[in-house]
C-alpha cells in the first residue's frame, strides 16, 4: 500500500463490496497495490456453534467472499476466535502475516491492528472496524495520495455503504479520523 492517507468504507453485503471493487478497478487503482478487504467468513454468530459452520443443527450461511476475492493476487484466511475467521485480501494480508512472522504481535486480533495501524487508521478507530467485521460487515481500505483517496470517496460514498471515513496522518505521524459520509446510522469509526 502507497501513501499516507487511508480511505475504509464499510459494507453489508458482498454484492455491494464487488460493486465497489468493480468501480476502483475501472477508475485505475490498481486493487493488489492499494486495496484490502476484510472481512467474516460465515455470517455473524450470535449463538452457539462456534466457527465449525455450524449454529445448532443449521448450517450457517457462507459469505461469498471467492467472488471477490479472486481479483486479488493476495487472499488469506485468518482464524480468530474473538471476531471468526477473517478473509483478508490485498496488501493487508502481507501486513497481517509479516507481523505475525516477527513475532511483534500476540496473535491474529494484534495483527490486525498492527497492519491497521500502519495503513494510517488511528486506534480509536480500529475498534469500530474490529466490530464491524465481527458483526458481519466487510471493510475496504484503500492507501495512497490524498488525491487517490478523494477519488476513492467520490467512488463509494454513493449511499450504499454503511460509513466512508478518511484517515489522514498528520506530521507527528499520528493519524485523524475524519468521516465522509454514512448510511442512516451513526459512524462507527470517526475523529
Given at each position: 500500500m502507497?501513501?499516507?492517507?487511508?480511505l475504509a468504507a464499510l459494507f453489508a453485503t458482498s454484492a455491494e463490496v464487488e460493486e465497489a471493487l468493480q468501480k476502483l478497478e475501472r477508475a485505475g487503482f490498481d486493487l493488489d497495490a492499494?486495496?484490502?478487504?476484510?472481512?467474516?467468513?460465515?455470517?455473524?454468530?450470535?449463538?452457539?456453534?462456534?466457527?465449525?459452520?455450524?449454529?445448532?443443527?443449521?448450517?450457517?450461511?457462507?459469505?461469498?467472499?471467492?467472488?471477490?476475492?479472486?481479483?486479488?493476487?493476495?487472499?488469506?484466511?485468518?482464524?480468530?476466535?474473538t471476531i471468526g475467521r477473517v478473509a483478508v485480501c490485498g496488501p493487508m494480508m502481507g501486513a497481517m502475516l509479516d507481523t505475525l512472522r516477527s513475532d511483534e504481535a500476540d496473535g491474529v486480533l494484534a495483527a490486525l491492528e498492527s497492519a491497521l495501524a500502519a495503513a494510517g487508521v488511528p486506534e480509536h478507530s480500529m475498534r469500530g472496524y474490529e466490530d464491524a467485521i465481527a458483526r458481519g460487515h466487510i471493510l475496504i481500505l484503500v492507501k495512497g495520495s490524498a488525491r487517490e483517496v478523494e477519488q476513492g470517496v467520490e467512488l463509494l460514498?454513493?449511499?450504499?455503504?454503511?460509513?466512508?471515513?478518511?484517515?489522514?496522518?498528520?506530521?507527528?505521524?499520528?493519524?485523524?479520523?475524519?468521516?465522509?459520509?454514512?448510511?442512516?446510522?451513526?459512524?462507527?469509526?470517526?475523529?
Open positions: 502507497t501513501g499516507k492517507n487511508c492499494a486495496v484490502s478487504v476484510l472481512g467474516r467468513l460465515y455470517e455473524a454468530d450470535t449463538g452457539s456453534g462456534g466457527e465449525s459452520g455450524r449454529q445448532g443443527d443449521e448450517k450457517r450461511t457462507r459469505q461469498p467472499h471467492q467472488r471477490y476475492c479472486r481479483k486479488f493476487e493476495d487472499f488469506a484466511l485468518f482464524p480468530n476466535t460514498a454513493t449511499g450504499s455503504e454503511i460509513e466512508v471515513a478518511v484517515h489522514v496522518r498528520q506530521g507527528t505521524g499520528a493519524a485523524q479520523g475524519i468521516r465522509a459520509g454514512t448510511r442512516g446510522q451513526e459512524p462507527l469509526a470517526t475523529g
